[in-house]
Protein backbone atom coordinates (compact mmCIF):
# COMPACT_ATOMS: atom_id res chain seq x y z
CA UNK A 1 0.00 0.00 0.00
CA UNK A 2 1.44 3.12 -0.95
CA UNK A 3 1.96 5.85 1.52
CA UNK A 4 2.35 9.61 0.94
CA UNK A 5 4.64 11.54 3.17
CA UNK A 6 5.00 14.93 3.59
CA UNK A 7 7.79 17.14 2.17
CA UNK A 8 9.35 20.66 2.99
CA UNK A 9 10.52 21.99 -0.54
CA UNK A 10 13.20 25.29 -0.05
CA UNK A 11 14.38 27.59 -2.67
CA UNK A 12 18.01 28.28 -2.20
CA UNK A 13 18.30 30.52 -4.96
CA UNK A 14 15.64 31.68 -7.82
CA UNK A 15 14.64 28.12 -9.60
CA UNK A 16 16.73 26.01 -7.15
CA UNK A 17 14.90 23.99 -5.24
CA UNK A 18 15.56 21.06 -2.35
CA UNK A 19 12.94 18.73 -1.38
CA UNK A 20 13.58 17.95 2.44
CA UNK A 21 11.75 15.06 3.65
CA UNK A 22 11.68 13.68 7.68
CA UNK A 23 12.56 10.01 9.09
CA UNK A 24 13.92 8.31 11.73
CA UNK A 25 17.36 6.95 11.78
CA UNK A 26 17.76 4.28 14.79
CA UNK A 27 15.15 5.59 16.46
CA UNK A 28 15.76 9.34 16.36
CA UNK A 29 14.00 12.02 14.25
CA UNK A 30 16.32 13.31 11.39
CA UNK A 31 15.98 15.39 8.33
CA UNK A 32 17.25 13.86 5.10
CA UNK A 33 17.05 15.51 1.36
CA UNK A 34 15.49 13.77 -1.50
CA UNK A 35 18.02 13.63 -4.14
CA UNK A 36 17.34 12.07 -7.68
CA UNK A 37 21.04 13.09 -8.55
CA UNK A 38 22.98 10.69 -5.63
CA UNK A 39 22.73 7.13 -6.98
CA UNK A 40 23.24 5.33 -3.35
CA UNK A 41 21.83 6.88 0.33
CA UNK A 42 23.96 8.43 1.99
CA UNK A 43 24.28 9.71 5.86
CA UNK A 44 26.85 11.72 7.47
CA UNK A 45 29.38 9.78 9.32
CA UNK A 46 29.14 11.47 12.94
CA UNK A 47 26.05 9.54 13.36
CA UNK A 48 26.86 8.09 16.46
CA UNK A 49 25.64 4.33 16.09
CA UNK A 50 26.32 3.64 12.49
CA UNK A 51 28.18 0.63 11.85
CA UNK A 52 30.87 0.86 9.33
CA UNK A 53 32.67 -2.23 6.99
CA UNK A 54 35.18 -0.49 5.27
CA UNK A 55 36.35 -3.75 2.85
CA UNK A 56 33.34 -5.27 1.65
CA UNK A 57 34.22 -7.16 -1.22
CA UNK A 58 33.08 -6.59 -4.72
CA UNK A 59 32.32 -3.06 -3.68
CA UNK A 60 33.44 -0.39 -4.66
CA UNK A 61 32.12 3.26 -3.76
CA UNK A 62 32.82 6.97 -5.54
CA UNK A 63 31.33 9.92 -4.47
CA UNK A 64 31.83 13.55 -6.76
CA UNK A 65 31.09 17.00 -4.98
CA UNK A 66 29.53 19.24 -7.57
CA UNK A 67 32.68 21.16 -8.08
CA UNK A 68 34.28 17.93 -9.51
CA UNK A 69 35.94 16.68 -5.95
CA UNK A 70 35.96 13.87 -5.03
CA UNK A 71 34.62 13.33 -1.52
CA UNK A 72 35.79 10.68 1.22
CA UNK A 73 33.55 7.66 1.67
CA UNK A 74 32.77 4.77 4.00
CA UNK A 75 30.81 2.17 3.27
CA UNK A 76 28.25 1.72 6.52
CA UNK A 77 24.90 0.02 7.79
CA UNK A 78 21.92 1.81 9.32
CA UNK A 79 19.89 -0.49 11.64
CA UNK A 80 16.82 1.11 10.94
CA UNK A 81 15.48 3.95 8.53
CA UNK A 82 11.67 4.90 8.66
CA UNK A 83 9.98 7.15 6.56
CA UNK A 84 5.97 7.56 6.99
CA UNK A 85 5.07 3.52 7.87
CA UNK A 86 7.87 2.54 5.55
CA UNK A 87 10.38 0.68 7.81
CA UNK A 88 13.69 -0.90 6.55
CA UNK A 89 16.32 -2.99 8.47
CA UNK A 90 20.06 -3.02 8.12
CA UNK A 91 19.91 -0.59 5.35
CA UNK A 92 23.58 -0.27 3.01
CA UNK A 93 24.63 3.01 2.78
CA UNK A 94 27.34 5.60 1.92
CA UNK A 95 28.49 7.58 4.74
CA UNK A 96 30.37 10.72 4.08
CA UNK A 97 31.06 13.84 5.89
CA UNK A 98 28.03 16.24 5.62
CA UNK A 99 29.52 19.63 7.06
CA UNK A 100 29.48 20.99 3.87
CA UNK A 101 26.31 20.64 2.97
CA UNK A 102 25.10 21.51 6.78
CA UNK A 103 27.33 24.78 5.82
CA UNK A 104 25.09 25.44 2.55
CA UNK A 105 21.96 24.95 3.69
CA UNK A 106 22.32 26.95 7.43
CA UNK A 107 21.17 30.22 5.38
CA UNK A 108 18.41 28.95 3.95
CA UNK A 109 16.70 26.79 7.09
CA UNK A 110 17.81 25.39 10.88
CA UNK A 111 17.02 21.80 9.88
CA UNK A 112 20.58 19.91 10.20
CA UNK A 113 20.48 17.29 7.20
CA UNK A 114 21.75 14.05 8.37
CA UNK A 115 21.66 11.94 5.26
CA UNK A 116 20.43 11.74 1.23
CA UNK A 117 17.63 9.50 0.20
CA UNK A 118 19.07 8.54 -2.88
CA UNK A 119 18.03 6.81 -5.99
CA UNK A 120 18.61 3.11 -5.12
CA UNK A 121 16.30 4.11 -2.21
CA UNK A 122 13.77 6.25 -4.52
CA UNK A 123 13.89 3.49 -7.66
CA UNK A 124 13.16 0.40 -5.61
CA UNK A 125 10.34 1.75 -3.88
CA UNK A 126 9.10 3.62 -6.47
CA UNK A 127 8.92 7.09 -5.05
CA UNK A 128 6.72 9.59 -6.99
CA UNK A 129 7.64 13.33 -5.89
CA UNK A 130 4.21 15.56 -5.93
CA UNK A 131 5.25 19.73 -5.79
CA UNK A 132 1.63 20.49 -6.29
CA UNK A 133 0.74 19.15 -2.43
CA UNK A 134 4.26 18.68 -1.29
CA UNK A 135 4.45 15.23 -0.49
CA UNK A 136 6.32 11.87 -1.65
CA UNK A 137 4.80 9.08 -1.97
CA UNK A 138 6.40 5.35 -1.82
CA UNK A 139 5.27 2.24 -2.19
Do not use: C
Amino acid sequence: MATKIPIQVITLEEGSYHIFVRVHINGREANFIVDTGASKTVVDWNISDLEFYDNKPSEKLHAAAVDNGQLKTRNAKLSSLQIGNIFIRDLEVAAIDLSHINKLYSDYSDAKISGLLGSDFLYKHKVIINFGNSTITIE
